[in-house]
């Protein structure tokens, strides 16, 4: 489980430098407009959740032309970066909201565009209950997020040196499409990616990590601090996996699009239509 206020701080703080070392947001972010360039869809509102800094902006602009775009983010300065990139002519609205709690109505929304939000979310269910609400029936809920490999360098190491928390888990794809069917979400189609990062040295891969806000934000984490020489030892042990004097970080990709179903009935109010109940004739 992940700690909220811990996540929107991380964020906060990571927004000003973010765009330096996106490099994994901008490789998903292409890896699904690519997926969604096949799909036939018209869109009047499209929700750019979980959007940072608003690098998607112009990108669905211009696959989804005359549409309103709407960047949504938990992070305020994340917001603020990406008012800073927004054209007078541009259609885009700005809204400070969590993913589990979106404030548009039922059925208001085409495209819901989310490009590695889900990570930081400790129940994807939730989210994926509050997608289905606000999709129009037919629109689409396209995603990026990572799979269970994913950090297996860093989690290795740690382990090494304690048996606190440090990495968080992720949902493998057959879950998440689960997950999606189970919210009322209709025909989803996953599919998964590998990306291999090599960096010079172990800081240069600890300092992107922390210039995109992603450090431990568990709820469950020591409170203790770490101390310097666990510390070490867990670069030692993380050093010690790399080669040719470089350091591999491993991240598994998966990608997902599905369907708006519409309203979803609720068992205990199940209704039926009187006009087709057949008369019974004696």
Known sequence: MLNPEHVRRRFDRAASQFDDADFVHATTRQGLLARLEPLLT????????????????????????????????????????????KSWLSKTAFVQ?????????????????????????????????????????GGVFAFATLGPDSFREIRRAWGQVDDNPHVNSFPDMHDLGDGLVSAGLRDPVLDVDRLRIDYRNVDRLLADLTACGARNALANRSNALTGRRRYAAMLHALAD??????????????????????????????????????????
Not at 117 to 135: D, N, Y
Not at 261 to 266: H, L, S, V, Y
Not at 268 to 281: G, Q, V
Request: charged share 25%; hydrophobic share 45%.
């Open 42 to 85: 018209e869109a009047k509102m499209v929700v750019d959740l979980g959007s940072a800094t608003g690098s998607a902006n112009r990108l669905l602009r211009k696959r989804f032309k005359g549409a309103r775009i709407i960047s949504v983010d938990f992070a305020h300065q994340m917001l603020e970066q990406a008012r800073g990139k």
């Open 97 to 137: 909201a969590r993913a589990e709690a979106l404030p548009f109505a039922n059925e208001s929304i085409d495209v819901i565009f989310s490009n590695q939000l889900l990570p930081w979310i400790s129940s994807p269910a939730t989210v994926f209950s509050e997608v289905a609400r606000v999709l129009r029936k």
């Open 241 to 282: 996996t790399a080669s040719d004097e470089s350091t591999a970080l491993d991240l598994e990709l998966v990608y997902g699009h599905c369907w708006g179903a519409g309203p979803k009935m609720d068992p205990a109010n199940y209704r039926i239509d009187a006009s087709r109940i057949p008369l019974r004739r004696n």
